[in-house]
């Protein structure tokens, strides 16, 4: 169901990948094994899954399988013409795979669809934002979510790190969108610029998706 509902709201040209966090850590390229040499095993697990899932959906797009090895700032290094996101949670991984050119960025991120502990609200959310999550249990975790999906599709333009309140989102539950605008500059990105996001909740999870077309 939760696949199926992603499915529904991506363009043609961006597939999707799935794989078991919690499965035996397999599946691994050399020098991604190598990357992770130190980490323990749960993330292990987690990041191998992850790899899973991202060729699983280059597969779906007919492109070769290559390692995606974590780059000095730890995100994922795509084979070149590629653009892709990686999140697992809740209990689940899922990849975003697109060919460079009409597409420019994927972010995709996965949470359990719990509130947001009330020490993380402040930290998160703007004023703006702490004042619209009062009227359901689960927005302040969508805010989250959805600034987690913004910052890993804008991150391979920008290279810059964004604080949560370099964001402000709108939330529209009812239609399952999301919009955030960011509040300082982020070139290419202006003070101003919006960013329009997905938003599925299913099996326990919530999730959101942000596609970048070419400018």
Excluded: N
């Excluded at 990948?17 to 390229?29: H, I």
Aim: hydrophobic share 45%.
């Amino acid at each position: 169901m939760l696949i199926s509902a992603l499915r529904a709201v991506l363009p043609p040209g961006v597939a999707v990948g799935a794989a078991d966090p919690t499965a035996p850590e397999t599946g691994l390229w050399p020098e991604e094994s190598a990357a992770m040499a130190r980490a323990i095993p749960t993330r292990r697990r987690e990041f191998a899954a992850g790899r899973r899932a991202a060729r699983a959906a280059m597969q779906a797009l007919d492109l070769p399988a290559a390692a995606i090895s974590p780059g000095p700032d730890r995100a994922p290094v795509w084979p070149t013409g590629t653009v892709g996101s990686i999140s697992h949670g809740g209990g689940a991984c899922l990849a975003l795979v697109a060919q460079q050119g009409a597409i420019t960025g994927l972010g995709i991120d996965l949470e359990p669809a719990e509130a947001l502990p009330r020490d993380m609200i402040e930290t998160v959310c703007t004023s703006t934002e702490r004042d619209a999550i009062t009227v359901h249990d689960l927005l302040g975790r969508i805010t989250f979510c959805a600034k987690e999906a913004v910052y890993k599709a804008q991150y391979p333009l920008c290279r810059q790190t964004l604080e949560f309140h370099d964001l402000e989102t709108s939330i529209d539950l009812a239609e399952g969108q999301f919009e955030a605008c960011f509040t300082r500059a982020c070139p290419p990105f202006q003070a101003g610029a919006r960013i329009p996001g997905h938003i599925v909740i299913a099996e326990g999870i919530i999730l959101t998706v942000v596609i970048l077309p070419a400018q």
